[in-house]
């Protein structure tokens, strides 16, 4: 069993910065792309960054130069350091990330999303 585990959620104001970070915890063999993703309420969700295994990163132009994406390979985890947060980035956020549990067995994972909420 997977599972991708959030933390760093929360209520901010604008221009303030937040952290999140998501831990992959399991029987894990391999992870490739790490990824954040955000909801806000009757949207679609939507890619806000992603970083793979060899550390390179993408970025929504809506948080480009406000967001950086990381991740610790040796702790399975990833984080997302949101900076200049605007009332627009709110939304539910979610971990995804493609991880292989044998070397030919992979498919996608969630985690269960963390509330991020800017207040103007």
């Known amino acids: 069993q997977v599972q991708l585990v959030e933390s760093g959620g929360g209520l901010v104001q604008a221009g303030g910065s937040l952290r999140l970070s998501c831990a992959a915890s399991?029987?894990?063999?391999?992870?490739?792309?790490m990824g954040w993703y955000r909801q806000a309420p009757g949207k679609q969700r939507e890619l806000v960054a992603g970083v793979t295994s060899g550390g390179n990163t993408n970025y929504t132009d809506s948080v480009k130069g406000r967001f950086t994406i990381s991740r610790d390979n040796a702790k399975n985890t990833v984080y997302l350091q949101m900076n200049s947060l605007k009332p627009e980035d709110t939304g539910v956020y979610y971990c995804?990330?493609?991880?292989?549990?044998?070397?030919?067995?992979?498919?996608?994972?969630w985690g269960q999303g963390t509330q991020v909420t800017v207040s103007s």
């Open positions: 995804n990330a493609w991880i292989k549990r044998t070397p030919k067995l992979g498919r996608d994972y």
């Open positions: 399991g029987s894990v063999f391999s992870i490739d792309v």
